[in-house]
């Protein structure tokens, strides 16, 4: 059964870190296109940082606002993304989701809440 998991999310102060995890099962992380997306309260969802699949060596895309910041990587060998997040801030308070992509399949994670709040 294809399933991915999101997990690490927490509630953090201003300048604390969160490592987030993208989990998945049912297919080979491999072949795929990773992607991290958030989603604030009001807010549309937007993209946070992305890595191409594990036969390109394309360089990680960021933001603007998380450049310097976060840093995305792939275990492909243990099916899972990360997203390490560093120098957190409040504007970061959102729900974190994975993505992932291979051609016209396209699989979403089920999100984890992340709060920046003094």
């Known amino acids: 059964q294809l399933q991915l998991v999101d997990s690490g999310g927490g509630s953090v102060q201003p300048g604390g870190s969160l490592r987030l995890s993208c989990a998945a099962s049912g297919l080979t992380l491999d072949y795929y296109a990773v992607a991290w997306f958030r989603q604030a309260?009001?807010?549309?969802r937007e993209g946070v940082s992305c890595i191409s699949s594990g036969s390109r060596s394309d360089l990680p895309d960021y933001a603007d606002s998380v450049k310097g910041r976060f840093t995305i990587s792939r275990d492909n060998v243990k099916n899972t993304v990360y997203l390490q997040m560093n120098s957190l801030k409040p504007e970061d308070t959102a729900v974190y989701y994975?993505?992932?992509?291979?051609?016209?399949?396209?699989?979403w994670g089920q999100g984890t809440q992340v709060t920046v709040s003094s």
């Open 41 to 44: 309260p009001g807010k549309e």
């Open 98 to 107: 994975c993505r992932m992509s291979w051609g016209s399949r396209e699989y």
